[in-house]
């Protein structure tokens, strides 16, 4: 473990893949965050196993279980903060945030969406990026801002989109990709080699361009 190190929170809903690859990252000697805690809103989410296996604390608040988004919310950000997190990290966690909750995480919390933004926000992104015959596609990792999918980005990958590439297929790709930046995201912010402000990105001091850094094979 190095000196600093960032307390990180993530939250899912789902297989967790990149819960995985941050979970292995932060494992490596040199890595300069730990995952405190993992939240997810479905008692059958896979990537809960993940956070089971790495002996990480885990809640599960129950969406179903809560009048309206605010109650939700609220009970999510009382969980969150008994972790004291540098940054909560939203790895495939489904559900619309108030604006309130991105309020108090605001330039602490960050996602990855699988697109290259500002292109694309929203779901249903590789069948959108085939069937607009791009010719890359991509994901990002942003801070997030009460607007969905439209916080300033941190960093980029491209792939390239193949004439013969299925939704999926495009997925499995992009998704490889996400597993690479999205570790390497929060080594920047822990290493204070990021900063958000006013809205915006710098990377070493310098500010980012609106779709961040951009990574190279
Ligand atoms: C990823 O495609 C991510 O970009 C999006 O949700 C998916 C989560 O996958 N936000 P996983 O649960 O990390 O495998």
Redesign the pocket.
Known sequence: MSQHSLNVVAL?S??????QALIQDSQRPDAPYKIVGVLCNRPDAG?LKHAERAGIQQVIIDHHNFDGREQFDQAMVESIDNWQPDLVVL??FMRILTPGFVTHYLGRMIN???ALLPNYPGLDTHQRAIDAGESHHG?SVHYVIPELDAGPVIMQAKVKVLASDTASDLAARV?TK?HQIYPQSVRWIAEEKIRFNNNQVYLDGELLPPNGHQTSD
């Not at 789902?14 to 819960?19: I, V």
Request: proline share 6%.
């Open positions: 899912i789902g297989g967790g893949s990149n819960l990537g790895a495939g990855i969406h699988p994901a998704l996400e």
